[in-house]
């Protein structure tokens, strides 16, 4: 049996039956979210609250972020509390659960489509190191190192590459090896028994015509395009690792990512059911703006669009001051007079990500907004949040050797009993 069809923009819902599939295409006040682009035309960036109601996800409102802190017994973390983790589905099904002894695994994954990663390639590190030290439990990994060969002019070697180059700055979030498994799909693939059986299952449950639907293919894409979804999917379920689960079929998997990773888990959530699996719960965050302002998404290849991870303390300096969109008025006496925006600001909006203190953050909002406080002076609050920050990275990136990546990237057991 396979699923329903979609077609593009138009999501399943959970609800089978009220199931309108409207136009195929974007309507004109449509913000683009998908795993290949995403853009609006509004300076505040996309309206996430539409999105949960297009993509039919649910909103991590005040109750769900309390609840995490309750069952967690931790303060949540500031991507919760500042609404950056935004939507989810299934996570109050994930903590009753829990609440249960019932444990689960996390499954986060990241393209390796080149060397450099930009400081909001971390977003989703940061925030899945949270959760694992919080729940204490097991997290795998996917470096999508063939899904890069299929969609960009790369070598299979250089995607490889790239996947082990990342995994060091992956591990260089904190990641405990005992309760982590990173793999590299072009090694863990031909390696592991079941994780192709999980992926030849999906591939038998889903159309050609479904996939057109969910994520645009078109006759001219290759073929490794169109079957590659089910390999995004296969880690949702805990028996694709047999040596982390032994076997069990049955631990929920929980997948904190970008939203605009959605349309592989609607699949992936679409089809569990039909093939004896779980579907796996979500946790959505928003999208890192690019420096000249959130109508985009912060892109490695767009150089000044990025704060990279290798930048020096001056590279960060100087693309701060030169390019991050300012919400600050011409001159500086319009600005003492009117105030600031910080909604339109990036350098604001990068303090929301990478600020701890709320209170500071509060008063710089409010001292921007009143004028008191000028962009120039916004600016190098930024530079000397991130400066610090960036080399704190560098140094633990240096401090992971070839060795401790084969140890991340070896399937075997983790610590922990099921
Ligand atoms: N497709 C993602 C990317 O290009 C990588 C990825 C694979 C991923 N599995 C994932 C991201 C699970 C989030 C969660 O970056």
């Not at 690019?290 to 998404?297: E, N, P, S, V």
Request: charged share 25%; aromatic share 12%; hydrophobic share 35%.
């Amino acid at each position: 049996m396979t699923g329903k069809d979609y077609k593009a923009g138009c999501p399943p819902s959970e609800n089978d039956f009220v199931h309108d599939n409207g136009p195929a295409a974007n309507t004109a006040d449509e913000d683009t979210v998908n795993p290949w682009n995403v853009s609006t035309t509004s300076a505040k960036g996309v309206d996430y609250d539409k999105l949960i109601v297009r993509f039919g996800s649910n909103k991590i409102d005040k109750e769900l972020v309390d609840r995490i802190e309750c069952v967690s017994g931790q303060k949540p973390h500031h991507f919760l509390r500042r609404g950056i983790f935004f939507s989810h589905r299934d996570m109050h099904q994930v903590l009753d659960a829990y609440e249960k002894q019932k444990s689960f695994y996390l499954y986060t994954g990241r393209g390796p489509s080149s060397e450099a990663m930009h400081v909001g390639h971390l977003i989703p590190f940061i925030f899945t190191k949270w959760l694992q030290d919080v729940f204490d439990i097991p997290l795998v990994i996917q470096m999508t190192d063939d899904e890069k060969y299929l969609w960009k002019d790369l070598t299979l070697e250089d995607c490889h590459r790239f996947a082990v180059e990342n995994a060091k700055d992956i591990i260089a979030c904190g990641f405990d090896v005992n309760k982590t498994f990173i793999f590299s799909d072009l090694d863990y693939m031909g390696s592991s028994l079941e994780f192709y059986r999980n992926v030849v299952k999906i591939q038998k449950h889903v159309t050609f015509n479904q996939v057109k639907g969910i994520f645009g293919f078109t006759d001219s894409d290759c073929i490794g395009k169109i079957s590659f979804p089910a390999i995004q999917a296969a880690p949702s379920f805990s028996s694709s690792f047999p040596q982390i689960f032994r076997g069990r079929k049955d631990v929920q998997c929980l997948i904190p990512c970008a939203i605009d990773q959605d349309p592989y888990f609607r699949m992936t959530r679409d089809v569990a059911p039909r093939i004896g699996h779980l579907k796996p719960a979500l946790l959505h965050s928003t999208f890192f703006p690019a420096l000249q302002g959130a109508q985009t998404k912060m892109s490695a290849s767009e150089p000044n669009s990025s704060i990279f991870l290798t930048d020096t303390p001056k590279q960060v300096k100087n693309k701060v001051n030169k390019y991050a969109f300012s919400g600050g008025k011409d001159t500086v006496e319009e600005h003492r007079k009117y105030g600031g925006n910080p909604d339109v600001d990036v350098s604001f909006m990068y303090l929301t990500f990478f600020l701890e203190d709320d209170e500071k953050l509060e008063k710089i909002r409010q001292d921007y907004a009143s004028g008191n406080l000028l962009t120039g002076e916004l600016k190098k609050i930024l530079i000397e949040t991130l400066q610090p920050m960036i080399a704190e990275h560098q140094e633990k990136r240096k401090k992971v050797t070839d060795e401790t990546v084969k140890q991340f990237m070896t399937p075997r057991p983790l610590k922990f009993n099921f």
